[in-house]
Structure formats: C-alpha cells, structure tokens
C-alpha cells in the first residue's frame, strides 16, 4: 500500500521558520516528482513546489520563491520543506504529493498519490 505521511505542522510565528518532511512507502518513489501543495480554508488546493527525482531541477510557486526549500533524500523515500520567512497567508493544511514522470506540474489532478494533510498556522 503506497503511503504518503507527512510530518507534523505547527503554530509559528510570522517571520519564522518550519520544517516539514513527507516520508513515502510502499514503493520506490525514484522515478517520481514530489511536490507540496497547500489548501487554505475556503481556498482550492494550491502548487506550492516541486521537486524531479534527481533533485536537479525544483519548481517554485512566485508565493514562495527565495522563502521555501524543497529537498529529497531518495535514499530514504523522503521529501522536505524548509519554510522560512512565514507569513500568515501561508496558514493552509499542507500537502505531499508525488507523481510519476519528471514533468513538475502544478495541478492537483495530474497527482497520483497524496499524503493526508498536517496543519501549519502562522500568527500575525
């Protein structure tokens, strides 16, 4: 059973900084492009970056460019977002997401697995 499990989110500051990570199981994720997506209330879920399997190429929504860092470690089927800088627009339930290929796409649909989701809220 393929499983997406993101780490837990948290409650942060504006300005500051949060780490999430996706581990991925249930197969090998090497051929895949990893991405986060976020989901704020009353809001379609949104592209917020993405990664090629290499790691040799990311793709970063204007939102939050200079801001996030997505990383992977294949080794260990894991995914990571460095948040830094927050602001409270970023408040959202964040979500991993992988799909096979090395297209990074910014739509929801073209996903193939998702992760359930963990909250990240930034106070003013």
């Known amino acids: 059973q393929v499983q997406l499990v993101e780490s837990r989110g948290g409650l942060v500051q504006a300005g500051g900084s949060l780490r999430l990570s996706c581990a991925a199981s249930g197969r090998s994720f090497s051929n895949h492009v990893m991405s986060w997506f976020r989901q704020a209330p009353g809001k379609e879920r949104e592209f917020v970056v993405g990664i090629t399997w290499s790691g040799g190429s990311t793709y970063y929504a204007d939102s939050v460019k200079g801001r996030f860092t997505i990383s992977r470690d294949n080794a260990k089927n894991t995914v990571h977002l460095q948040m830094n800088s927050l602001k409270p627009a970023d408040t959202a339930v964040y979500y991993c997401?992988?799909?096979?290929?090395?297209?990074?796409?910014?739509?929801?649909?073209?996903?193939?697995?998702w992760g359930q989701g963990t909250q990240v809220t930034v106070s003013s």
């Open positions: 997401a992988a799909r096979s290929g090395t297209y990074i796409s910014t739509r929801v649909y073209e996903y193939e697995y």
